[in-house]
């Protein structure tokens, strides 16, 4: 199984790439969102309850992850400081031991990522979209940590489209498509039925 780690500030389009790189590997997407938004309905962003609720989600899928053994499994994560380092070099260092990681980092310009947060698609994730909320993190240093360990491949997203991007992934690390299970298929032919 790979682990296709997508990292980037607010609005520099990785679930956006995710999903064209899911249409041409068929790997599982696992959205950053989909822990943060189970965790606000019972805890308040950045709390220790919330924190401990996020983190043991991210770990329990990627120990299910590891069970199920997809071909491979695209986690997008915008790096701030609720996160804890241990977290990440829990996936970098001890999931890295036994699953190939490709690290992925998306950037732009900080004029293209002001633009691009006031969008309304940003709204259906519960991203932020507040410009003035995200200057005031910004300058606070909130997304400086967690330190991500290595970074495989950089792109810009305000030079390459996500299509584009999502082939120069493929092409940078030789992912190939899954291959379908075929074994029900060929276990139902082979009695002739």
Not at 9 to 24: C, M
Not at 147 to 170: C, G, K, W
Request: aromatic share 10%; charged share 20%; with cysteine.
């Amino acid at each position: 199984m790979n682990l296709v780690f997508i990292h980037g500030r607010p609005a520099t389009g990785k679930l956006t790439v995710a999903r064209k790189l899911v249409t041409l590997t068929g790997y599982e997407l696992y959205h950053n969102h989909i822990a943060v938004d189970e965790a606000l309905q019972l805890h308040a962003f950045g709390t220790p309850g919330f924190i401990q609720l996020r983190d043991l989600l991210w770990r329990q899928y990627f120990m299910r992850a590891a069970q199920k053994r997809p071909p491979g499994v695209i986690f997008t994560f915008s790096p701030e400081n609720s996160v804890p380092q241990e977290f990440i070099d829990w996936i970098f260092c001890e999931w890295a031991q036994t699953t190939p990681l490709f690290s992925i980092e998306l950037h732009a310009s900080e004029a293209a990522l002001e633009h691009r947060l006031t969008a309304s698609t940003r709204r259906y994730f519960k991203k932020l979209t507040d410009l003035s909320l995200y200057r005031q993190l910004r300058a606070r240093g909130f997304f400086n940590s967690p330190v991500i360990p290595h970074t495989d491949l950089r792109l810009n997203t305000e030079r390459v489209s996500a299509d584009e991007a999502a082939r120069q992934i493929v092409a940078h690390f030789g992912l190939t498509p899954a291959e379908p299970d075929l074994r029900p298929i060929l276990k139902h032919d082979s009695r002739g039925q």
